[in-house]
């Protein structure tokens, strides 16, 4: 092992910590009960969740070992946003997403919802620009799916939320025409971004929009998730910048969950796609 290479170094400390580990396990986390009393979230939400997050981190690993052996060509990863697993969970496989490059932990957990998808196999076939990669074909690295109503979207930040906000009107609009929608008529637009990406003017713009629509009472059910790691590349964000911005903004309700606390991720989230899904208004969570 070398003791630069800080994966082995995690692994090995990880493998320690469970091979020294002396407490008895917690007896009631069988899988169907509530994780504490009254939660919503069961042992089995909890250990589904946690092994999407664990799969997440192993494929960033494994998009840089085929980078070095020049068999993929995208390392982008999703370290830090593991939480996002929990948004996967809890909206429907048939609610349109819109998400982030770091959103893997969303994509694996939405998988489940249809068996026969293999999102490991698929995310390495996108990481090697394989021409059996699903959704791109090899054209590019992108988050997407068909059948899990994930539109593809670019690397180009921001530019995902005019198309949920979009989406949203247009999910209640057909409503309203009597227009037959090819997903449920309660379905939510599901939109995930980076915390530097809240300044960019299009995104703006489309907050705007969702909130010009709302304030005149039109249905708008766009949940957008910042997924906030503090920093765009080399900048921070300074503290509580998004919170501040987004917490006190009517008619957009705001919702704050801790992404490294899957219960308390899992809870809040439950309420904001709850609100979204009935109250069909603007809902943002971070
Ligand atoms: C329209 C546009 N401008 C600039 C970039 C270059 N760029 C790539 S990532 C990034 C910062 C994104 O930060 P954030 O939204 O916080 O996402 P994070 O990578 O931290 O998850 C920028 C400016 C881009 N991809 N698209
Ligand atoms: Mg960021």
Redesign the pocket.
């Known amino acids: 092992m070398s003791k630069y290479i800080r994966s082995e170094i995690v692994d090995k400390a990880f493998v320690s910590l469970l091979k020294n580990w002396s407490e008895e396990p917690a007896d009631h986390l069988t899988p169907d009960a509530p994780v504490s009393d009254g939660s919503p979230m069961t042992g089995r939400d909890l250990l589904e969740l946690f092994e999407s997050q664990m799969a997440t981190r192993h494929l960033d690993l494994i998009a840089r070992v085929l980078r070095a052996k020049n068999a993929a060509f995208y390392t982008i990863g999703s370290a830090g946003?593991e939480g996002n697993a929990v948004v996967g969970r809890l909206t429907r496989h048939t609610d349109p997403a819109f998400l982030?490059y770091?959103s893997c932990a969303f994509m694996l957990e939405r998988a489940r919802f249809i068996p026969d998808i293999d999102m490991i196999y698929d995310t390495v076939l996108s990481q090697a620009a394989s021409k059996e990669d699903p959704i791109s074909n090899g054209r590019h690295k992108v988050w997407g799916s068909a059948p899990l109503w994930v539109l593809p979207q670019t690397?180009?930040?921001?530019?995902q939320l005019p198309k949920a906000v979009g989406t949203a009107i247009a999910i209640a609009r057909s409503k309203q025409l009597g227009s037959k929608l090819p997903i449920p008529n309660d379905s939510i637009s599901v939109c995930s971004?980076?915390?530097?990406?809240t300044n960019?003017s299009t995104a703006i713009g489309a907050f705007n929009a969702a909130r010009w629509a709302a304030f005149q009472k039109l249905p708008v059910p766009v949940l957008f998730v910042c997924?906030d790691?503090g920093?765009?590349?080399s900048v921070r964000?300074p503290t509580n910048w998004v919170e501040n911005n987004y917490s006190n903004w009517p008619p957009l309700t705001y919702f704050k969950a801790d992404g490294r606390d899957l219960i308390n991720a899992y809870e809040v989230t439950r309420q904001a796609v709850a609100h979204c899904r009935t109250q069909r208004s603007p809902s943002s969570s971070t």
């Open positions: 946003h982030h770091r690397s180009t930040i921001a530019s971004f980076g915390d530097a990406s960019h997924e790691n920093i765009g590349i964000t």
